[in-house]
């Protein structure tokens, strides 16, 4: 007869370091951070690549000195944590949102048209999936007001909702944009919601006018823009390939003096021969005055001359270590420092998110094009493809379902022995389907990426846990995460 012998105990799926002279892990199967002291790194010491029993673990232990009541209990506290497992169990991956996931955001692409033609937009450039060919080029108001009206009632649960005005170049059909703000703050007032704003723009339309409007409405602002005029004007130029610098300079200037109700942000794009960050970072934040400013390269495609390979994207880490480390030392003063990248990914640690998904595309978020077609988010929008229904018909759901199902983490066989899959999963899907041809694949061109950077800011929150508590909690306030 065969006896089945009892599993062991082995360590739970995490990421060890050591940040502010304690010792700290990230447990993925919650997205969750513990500062360790010396009796739990020695339980995991003694489970680094060997399974124990429970009597063998605690035997152990108390060998070392540890009472063996004490043993016990921290074996059992372990376990209940999920620091400790027993046996050899799959991936804990999160369960998928319920199907009526309620909606809480819309990017409204206010127009496909634009005044600017950057190379590598992903709406007209090379990584162009739109098909918006015979397709209205402007959103009515009637398409406004029933995306609104859609938002209302697909957003059961909400306390508010968010609209993000886009494009194109949103500020072209700002007449739309102002009507819909004014029709919207009736609506979710009549439906007992409150309602935020946001709209990402590129600078070159705006006006005084426009400027108090945003201001007065709260309207939050994202700027595309690429940093000082020659890295501006590599790639943000006019059709006929004059820059956009010079034109949109002082606009920013009286955007930043004059809209004071909401932060203003910069979003720089970068690509090949664009990756001074350091540099980029100091123009607009000390010499502009943007409140925070963030970057996003691109790696789309290999075959794209504006693409960053692996030596660009490793060009870029170590300046954001550099930028990291500028934000830490302002934290420790309980300042605020304005990169983005390092503020988000905080966000997400103090919120223990973990995502089954890569964002809310598809899911609490949608995009509407100008014809009303309803699509994961803003960079399908105009995607025969990747329709999701229409906003005078609504969401079809078999159509997002099937979205959020190939999307899922847990459907990605790479990310499943990832740490860093709670912050990730997989990464974004537009940037999926156009290198890959499928929206589920794992980012994997950037996994390694993905994991120094989230280990850089597991470290500056370890070691603002140890040294500076009070600024995380005041962060979270802030934030809206407390």
């Not at 700290?24 to 399974?51: C, M, N, P």
Request: hydrophobic share 40%.
């Amino acid at each position: 007869m065969t006896v089945m012998q009892a599993p062991g105990y082995r360590r739970a799926e995490y990421h060890g370091f050591e940040a502010g002279g304690g010792h700290f892990v990230y447990l993925v199967s919650a997205g969750a951070i513990f500062e360790i002291d010396a009796d739990v790194r020695a339980v995991l010491t003694r489970l680094d690549g060997q399974e124990l029993s429970h009597a063998a673990l605690v035997r152990e232990l108390s060998s070392d000195g540890t009472d063996p009541a004490d043993a016990e209990a921290l074996v059992r506290e372990l376990r209940a944590a999920r620091l400790i497992q027993l046996g050899a169990a799959a991936p804990v991956m999160p369960q998928a949102p319920p199907a009526d996931f309620p909606l809480q955001a819309l990017v409204l692409n206010v127009t496909n048209q634009c005044n600017l033609a950057c190379t590598y937009c992903y709406e007209f450039g090379a990584d162009k999936i739109a098909t918006p060919a015979g397709k209205p080029k402007y959103m009515t108001l009637e398409t406004a007001q029933a995306s609104v009206d859609l938002l209302i009632r697909e957003a059961v649960g909400r306390k508010a909702v968010h609209i993000t005005f886009f494009g194109g170049e949103t500020l072209m059909n700002f007449k739309l944009l102002r009507d819909v703000v004014d029709y919207a703050n009736t609506a979710t007032a009549a439906a007992g919601k409150g309602i935020t704003y946001s709209l990402t723009t590129n600078a070159t339309l705006l006006t005084p006018e426009i400027v108090t409007f945003l201001s007065d409405n709260r309207i939050g602002v994202t700027v595309s823009m690429d940093g000082p005029p020659e890295l501006q004007d590599k790639h943000r130029v006019y059709k006929n390939g004059k820059g956009s610098y010079a034109v949109i300079e002082p606009r920013l200037r009286t955007l930043i003096a004059h809209h004071k109700t909401r932060a203003i942000t910069a979003r720089v794009t970068l690509t090949e021969g664009v990756t001074d960050v350091v540099r980029i970072f100091r123009h607009l934040k000390d010499d502009l005055g943007f409140h925070e400013v963030g970057f996003a390269p691109v790696t789309t495609g290999e075959e794209r001359a504006y693409s960053l390979d692996d030596n660009g994207m490793d060009s870029v880490l170590a300046q954001f270590s550099l930028l990291a480390d500028e934000w830490l030392e302002y934290a420790l003063r309980g300042e605020s420092h304005g990169f983005t990248n390092v503020s988000e990914t905080i966000s997400e640690l103090i919120s223990g998110v973990n995502k089954s998904h890569p964002c809310g595309a598809g899911l609490g978020l949608m995009g509407v094009s100008p014809s009303g077609d309803l699509s994961p988010c803003h960079r399908f929008t105009d995607a025969d493809t990747h329709s999701m229904g229409h906003v005078s018909s609504g969401i079809d759901r078999a159509k997002q379902g099937a979205f959020l199902k190939k999307g899922h983490v847990e459907a990605k066989y790479d990310c499943q022995s990832c740490w860093a899959r709670p912050l990730c999963a997989g990464g974004c899907h537009h940037e999926a389907f156009v290198r890959y041809g499928d929206t589920g694949h794992a980012n994997l061109h950037y996994c390694d990426w993905i994991r120094q950077w989230t280990d850089t800011c597991l470290r500056i929150y370890g070691v603002l846990a140890v040294q500076n508590p009070g600024f995380l909690e005041r962060f979270a306030e802030r934030k809206g995460l407390s």
